[in-house]
């Protein structure tokens, strides 16, 4: 992934791993809940120009 991001102040090149989970690790997110949190994800990586890679939701 060799693209940067450029504007009229900087030039950058944002690698990120983000994990969320509870203390025990319990699946929290079910059914309707875990759906819609995964297409939420989804479009605001869209609108921010940010490439998923691979994630589990």
């Given at each position: 992934m060799s693209e940067q991001r450029s504007n009229g102040h900087?030039?950058?090149r944002?690698?990120?791993h983000i994990v969320w989970s509870t203390k025990y690790?319990?699946?929290v997110?079910?059914?309707?809940i875990q759906n819609r949190?995964?297409?939420?994800?989804?479009?605001?990586?869209d609108a921010e120009d940010v490439q998923?890679?691979?994630g589990v939701i």
């Open positions: 900087s030039v950058s944002l690698l990120v690790r319990y699946h997110l079910k059914g309707d949190c995964r297409s939420l994800l989804i479009q605001i990586c998923i890679l691979k």
